[in-house]
């Protein structure tokens, strides 16, 4: 690690420290707690903050010592999130309405009541809902009527990640009867290769068959487990590649350029679309939205279809603000010179297993045959 990235990180856990100085004082201030109870809230409240950090080195170094803080450090992370959000919130109100210590006092336990609601939300919400959201396009002269495609990305399933949750995952995959099954990414934080039939995985099937590209978390744990993985489910792992499905579709993917970075591997975008069947639409999958403008200008199939992942809609507030100005596509479907990028939420979480103002989701999508204007 440079000294660059030292500083930053440094850097970046000193604001989270001082972000938790700000709730302990928020809720003291407003409160008008005394000592010794607000030391108390204080020590707690800084426990979990160091709890969480643990947490996180606890992943990255796969230290079984530390295991116990994985959920308990994760969950604060996203209470943590909240709560900063729903306080900032309570001292806009407060400077506006300034109606001094009663209002304080009130409004205070009103953001502590919201924080806890919607982080009781976020948890249900990531724990029982999971939608298929439909999307449908039409390709001028398309081959056939209609080509059904199951896209899925960000599963992050890990050594935490119940069974049964994988296996209902799985169930509804295989409701859609896809035709083309693809993954954009980040399937596993850890290796599964030699436990995937607990969670079901082998008893997803597509006509077509099962497509999948690296994502960044793919390097993080081990690239050649993913791999490994792949090929017992018969997935065919596209890297910096295309291949022709059925004369209907070009299929291309490209390795997730965090690979690169970690000199582990390329990601070529040319090379990733270099002798499509210009008679062809293709269809990309790219973990990251953000080679969208790039897929366009290389693409010589007769649309371009790009499928990504990596940003999770957000999942907890700030994250959607501070994501959308690092993406210029972050969430949803977007246009461009008749070309459409479709960016999922994903059908897991990374971090806090919370989600608040979105849905973990399976896109299905439906290329259909649109009688050509010519």
């Known amino acids: 690690m440079s000294k660059k990235q030292d500083v930053y990180y440094l850097f970046i856990i000193c604001l989270y420290f001082a972000a938790h100085i700000y709730i302990v004082g928020h809720i003291n201030y407003g409160l008008g707690i005394k000592s010794p109870y607000s030391y108390l809230l204080a020590a707690a409240v800084f426990f979990m903050a160091f709890v969480s950090v643990l947490s996180l080195v606890a992943t990255r170094i796969h230290s079984k010592f530390l295991e116990w803080s994985h959920r308990a450090g994760h969950s604060w992370m996203g209470v943590f999130a909240i709560t900063v959000i729903c306080f900032l919130a309570n001292d806009l109100i407060n400077f506006i309405f300034s109606g001094g210590a009663s209002f304080r006092f009130f409004s205070t336990l009103a953001a502590i009541t919201a924080a806890a609601v919607l982080s009781i939300w976020s948890g249900v919400n990531i724990g029982f809902f999971l939608r298929v959201k439909k999307i449908h396009i039409g390709i001028e002269d398309l081959k056939v009527e209609k ?15 119940p069974f049964r949750k994988i296996s209902a995952l799985v169930n509804k995959i295989n409701s859609i009867k896809p035709d083309l099954l693809l993954f954009g990414g980040d399937l596993t934080d850890t290796d599964i290769s030699r436990t995937y039939e607990l969670y079901g995985l082998d008893k ?6 099962m497509y999948a590209v690296t994502g960044n978390h793919e ?50 975008v040319h090379k990733t679309l270099e002798g499509v069947n210009p008679d062809l639409p293709s269809v990309l999958l790219s973990h990251k939205p953000d080679i969208f403008k790039e897929a366009l200008k290389e693409n010589k199939g007769t649309k371009l279809i790009q499928l990504s992942g990596h940003t999770h809609g957000g999942q907890i507030p700030p994250m959607g603000i501070v994501g959308s100005m690092f993406f210029k596509y972050y969430y949803g479907k977007w246009e461009k010179d008749g070309s459409i990028v479709y960016i999922t939420s994903g059908a897991g979480w990374w971090g806090p297993p919370m989600r608040l103002f979105n849905v973990s989701e399976i896109v299905e999508i439906v290329l259909y045959r649109k009688t050509s204007n010519k």
Not at 220 to 232: H, P, R, S, T
Not at 233 to 239: E, F, M, P
Request: proline residues 0%.
């Open 147 to 161: 080509l059904k495609i199951a896209f899925i990305a960000d599963m992050h399933i890990d050594k935490y990640t």
């Open 204 to 209: 997803m099937q597509a006509k077509y068959g």
């Open 219 to 268: 390097y993080y744990f081990g690239v050649e487990a993913f791999l490994e993985l792949c090929a017992k489910l018969d997935i065919k792992v596209l890297r910096n590649e295309n291949v022709e499905i059925g004369g209907i579709i070009n299929l291309a993917g490209i390795n997730d350029e965090f690979g690169e970075k970690l000199g582990l591997d390329t990601s070529d």
